[in-house]
């Protein structure tokens, strides 16, 4: 017998028919000897509206009462769960992040848990009930109620899991498992049966929208094995999805490539005419730093005749508050000559743990795009990953070549 964690998302929860699909799940996977506990989001677009409706009530609603309003989205979902699995047949109890006792900090709006009090739930469990937990909330030490942040409901899974040591957390989403990229762009793109934590992090920091980073995170701390599986699958005919685990779990022969991953939402900025002298970036980067902007990227040039060119990116959608915050504050500051900006950016990426044993990687990746006549802006790497900045343009072509030129569009012998 498996203690199993199922996340369901919005759109799995979406309609009462999707919401029915998802308990006729669950009672199979209980009928097969399992423990279950089920985490759910709310319905599809709720919590959405709950942000939007508080917005017309007040411009900048206060962040407890905030709170208390958007966790009522999945306090529906698991009392709907409960019912649809009670009319199967199976016996179901529903509790919300408080009534769990999900303890976190008092960071409203984007709390992180703190710790987890299991018993309620394996008393439940050793009775042979179904567990439902609503996601993306909790409560802290004086009883308020908070709420983690968007993909909270993920972070939700994984932290039960590790709590309850449960064997697996499936994460039920309208994907059926982590692909080598984005199918859109590559109709050859395969679905990976396993990939490592690291490789699902850097591909989530990267811009996939399979998992939450923080949940991801949390699952590599304590040794969650992840399984991302389809909630729209037919009756028979479900796959068994992408399994998330240890390097040690994966097999010898991988590929050196998991995946190419890619971002749109980047922009890059330079200053320059720096003056090259010690603490000159921490004088560049510490007012983006207090406007609470994060910085990805980021090359110094050699310095010639005393100055140098600082160039770093940023999310597309802070540009231009940065591009202000240069121009005013930092610019005349140290005395630069001039900025630069570029919000006609993309970043593509190649990630895989077999980086580590295998030279060579990074001369193919810029071998292969300099064959297209991509021109690449910037590099980053990692021990699993190597990052360009090239132009927006260029993004598909650069992804399909890559894909092609890692030989990921190969089924593996």
Not at 257 to 265: C, E, K, L, T, V
Request: with cysteine.
């Amino acid at each position: 017998m498996a203690l199993i964690v199922q996340k369901y998302g919005g759109t799995s929860m979406g309609t009462p028919d999707r919401i029915r699909n998802v308990a006729r799940r669950v009672k199979r996977w209980k009928e097969q000897g399992n423990q279950v506990v089920v985490v759910v989001s709310a319905m599809s677009g709720e919590t959405n509206r709950l942000i939007a409706l508080a917005k017309d009530v007040s411009p900048h609603p206060e962040p407890r009462e905030l709170d208390v309003m958007i966790s009522t989205g999945e306090q529906v979902t698991i009392a709907l769960l409960a019912m649809a699995l009670q009319d199967l047949g199976v016996d179901a109890r529903s509790y919300t992040g408080a009534q769990v006792r999900v303890l976190t900090d008092s960071t409203f709006t984007k709390a992180r848990i703190l710790s987890i009090d299991e018993g309620k739930m394996r008393r439940d469990l050793d009775d042979n009930k179904v567990v439902i937990v609503a996601g993306f909330q909790g409560v802290d030490e004086a009883g308020n109620i908070t709420t983690l942040g968007r993909g909270g409901s993920d972070t939700t899974g994984v932290a039960l899991a590790a709590a309850l040591s449960a064997d697996e957390c499936q994460i039920y989403t309208d994907v059926d498992g982590v692909y080598t990229t984005d199918p859109r762009i590559v109709p050859e793109a395969r679905k990976l049966d396993r990939i490592t934590f690291e490789e699902m992090l850097e591909m989530a920091s990267l811009g996939s929208k399979v998992l939450q980073i923080r949940s991801v995170e949390f699952a590599g701390k304590y040794k969650v094995k992840l399984r991302v599986l389809s909630s729209f699958e037919e009756e028979g005919k479900e796959t068994q999805g992408t399994l998330i685990t240890v390097e040690e779990d994966t097999q010898m022969e991988d590929p050196i490539i998991s995946g190419i991953a890619f971002n749109r939402d980047e922009a890059k900025l330079t200053v320059l005419g720096v003056p090259d002298r010690p603490g000159i970036a921490s004088q560049i980067l510490g007012p983006i730093a207090e406007a609470n902007v994060d910085v990805d990227m980021i090359i110094q040039n050699v310095g010639h005749d005393g100055s140098t060119d600082f160039s770093f990116t940023v999310n597309r959608s802070e540009y231009a508050r940065t591009l202000k915050i240069l121009e005013e504050k930092i610019k005349p500051h140290i005395g630069a000559r001039a900025i630069k900006g570029d919000n006609k950016i993309c970043k593509v990426s190649a990630v895989g743990v077999g980086m580590r044993s295998h030279p060579g990687v990074a001369s193919q990746m810029f071998r292969t795009l300099a064959e297209e006549g991509i021109n690449i802006q910037m590099i980053s790497t990692s021990e699993i990953k190597i990052s360009v900045v090239v132009d927006e343009k260029y993004l598909e072509l650069a992804v399909r070549v890559l894909h092609q030129a890692f030989g990921l569009d190969r089924t593996p012998a």
